[in-house]
Nanobody, 115 residues
């Protein structure tokens, strides 16, 4: 299993970024996918998840209405569209899947929201 995130960077408050997570080594279309984030000095938290077929999504309360999770099962990729970014969204963002009882994480991508 391999998860590779991309799309992070430095953005001003109110700006947007789109994160991607390219998955390989497993039947992507059969698994719930999740995005987590971890800010300095804080615990890792679940930001959003999406069902295998993409029909059900859930969000951390603080990102509802600003972030959108989606997936393309033909491309084995999950996305996180982040709009109206705030300083408190600054964190390393990780893609995650649990398969056969084992956790798999990507390497993470840094998102910094600052003027």
């Amino acid at each position: 299993v391999q998860l590779v995130e991309s799309g992070g960077g430095l953005v001003q408050p109110g700006g947007s970024l789109r994160l991607s997570c390219a998955a390989s080594g497993f039947a992507f279309r059969n698994y719930v996918m999740r995005w987590y984030r971890q800010a300095p000095g804080k615990e890792r938290e679940l930001v959003a998840d999406i069902s295998a077929g993409g029909g059900t999504t859930r969000y951390l309360e603080s990102v509802k209405g600003r972030f959108t999770i989606s997936r393309d099962n033909g491309k084995n990729t999950v996305y996180l569209q982040m709009d109206s970014l705030k300083a408190e969204d600054t964190a390393v963002y990780y893609c995650y899947v649990v398969r056969s009882g084992r956790d798999y994480w990507g390497q993470g991508t840094q998102v910094t929201v600052s003027s």
